[in-house]
């Protein structure tokens, strides 16, 4: 059997540690959702000691993309500026109550979007099955410009037996048909 040198084993327990030490450090990072040529991406985030991961994911994603991601294209929905006014998370829901940058300029589907960011972030941690997202305490999307009366029936094309949507009150919007709860 062949024996091994002080040196050699004080060697091979320091590549051990570092290994480990690696690894270890890869368990306190979340990812969080950033848009790059249209599409979402995730981006990690080192998770500061003591802060619950979801907590700290939120966080991240508030905060943005750092200056060297925004560089080579990644973007956030969320604007720059904004902050957390209120975050309270539970193993089921997150409540994110957000400063009053982020409805400046808002809009379908900047809503979409922004909910699209949280929702696909937060999807990580599983039992988390609610987001609710507001801005003073009032739901994202109350603060959606009101949508525009439909107006007066069109007039039958046909006389008589008209077939068809004629004399029908029609209304589509991207959201037609859809429920948005603010979560």
Known sequence: ????????????????????LATTAHANVVSVRFFADGKLVQVNRSVPNNV?????????????PFVEEMAVGISS???????INKLKVTDTSAEVDLSSEVVNGLDEVGLNEISDQFRLTLGD???ITAIKLTCGGKVLSSYLPKAPDVGESAEPLVAGNAVGLSGKKICVGASHGRFWNGS
């Open 77 to 83: 929905r969320i604007p720059g500026g904004t902050k």
């Open 52 to 64: 619950p991961a979801a907590q700290a994911a939120i966080q991240a994603l508030v905060g943005g």
């Open 125 to 127: 941690f599983p039992s």
């Open 1 to 20: 059997m062949r024996k091994f040198s002080t040196q050699a084993l004080l060697l091979l327990t320091a590549v051990l540690l570092i290994v480990f």
